[in-house]
T-cell receptor, first 109, second 114 residues
Framework: DAKTTQPTSMDCAEGRAANLPCNHS???????VYWYRQIHSQGPQYIIH???NNETNEMASLIITEDRKSSTLILPHATLRDTAVYYC??????????FGTGTRLTIIP | DAGVTQSPTHLIKTRGQQVTLRCSPK?????VSWYQQALGQGPQFIFQ???????QRGNFPDRFSGHQFPNYSSELNVNALLLGDSALYLC?????????????FGPGTRLLVL
C-alpha cells in the first residue's frame, strides 16, 4: 500500500499557481518526500524532493510541514503542459519507490 | 547527455512466450530499478540491480528475472507470459552511492500480451 494519500483529481486555471497536497503521516525520520509527474503514457518525470526544509527548483516548490506529516507541491504559474498525474512518494529515494494512484491535475485554459 | 533509454518502445507477445526488455541508465548511474505499470495504476516496483546483483525485489513471481551488465545496462526477462503481464514497463536509474539518491525514469516499454 502507498504510504501517501492524495486527492484523486484537481483542476487549476492556466497561469495560476497549482497547489497539490499530500499526506504522509507515517513517514519515518529518514524518508524523503519525492514528487514525480507522469504525462500520458510517458515515464514519470522527477520534479523535486525534500527531507525537512522547503525546497525550490526551476520546476516547482515543495512545502513540508514542521511535523513532516504532509506537504504541498506548488507549480507557480501552471501551463497546459503541466496537465499530468502527480505522484507524491515518501521513501528512501534510491530504494523501491511506492507509488499510489496520484493526483490527476488538469490545467484549464 | 542521454537520459535513461529503453528498448523496444512497444512489443506484442502471445501467452506463454518469453520477453526481454532492455534499459540503458543515465550517464554516471550504476543502479537500475524496474517497475510495472498497469493501466490506470501507479508503477509497481519489480526489482533493483546494483553491482550486477539483485539488491531488492518487490512482490513479483520468479517468472520475472533480470540481469545487469558490467556497463550498468540491464535486462528484464519475463517467462511464461500471462495476459495480466500486459503493462508499461519502466526502468529507472540512479547512483548507488547512498539511499537518498534520486531515480530517473526512462520512457518505458509497452507490452501487450494476447
Amino acid at each position: 500500500d502507498a504510504k501517501t494519500t492524495q486527492p484523486t483529481s484537481m483542476d487549476c486555471a492556466e497561469g495560476r499557481a497549482a497547489n497539490l497536497p499530500c499526506n504522509h503521516s507515517t513517514i519515518s525520520g529518514n524518508e524523503y518526500v519525492y514528487w514525480y509527474r507522469q504525462i500520458h503514457s510517458q515515464g514519470p518525470q522527477y520534479i523535486i524532493h525534500g527531507l525537512k526544509n522547503n525546497e525550490t527548483n526551476e520546476m516547482a516548490s515543495l512545502i513540508i510541514t514542521e511535523d513532516r506529516k504532509s506537504s504541498t507541491l506548488i507549480l507557480p504559474h501552471a501551463t497546459l503542459r503541466d496537465t499530468a498525474v502527480y505522484y507524491c512518494i515518501a521513501d528512501f529515494g534510491n530504494e523501491k519507490l511506492t507509488f499510489g494512484t496520484g493526483t490527476r491535475l488538469t490545467i484549464i485554459p | 547527455d542521454a537520459g535513461v533509454t529503453q528498448s523496444p518502445t512497444h512489443l506484442i507477445k502471445t501467452r506463454g512466450q518469453q520477453v526481454t526488455l532492455r534499459c540503458s541508465p543515465k550517464s554516471g548511474h550504476d543502479t537500475v530499478s524496474w517497475y510495472q505499470q498497469a493501466l490506470g495504476q501507479g508503477p509497481q516496483f519489480i526489482f533493483q540491480y546494483y553491482e550486477e546483483e539483485e539488491r531488492q525485489r518487490g512482490n513479483f513471481p520468479d517468472r520475472f528475472s533480470g540481469h545487469q551488465f558490467p556497463n550498468y545496462s540491464s535486462e528484464l526477462n519475463v517467462n511464461a507470459l500471462l495476459l495480466g503481464d500486459s503493462a508499461l514497463y519502466l526502468c529507472a536509474s540512479s547512483s548507488g552511492q547512498s539511499y537518498q539518491e534520486t531515480q530517473y525514469f526512462g520512457p518505458g516499454t509497452r507490452l501487450l500480451v494476447l
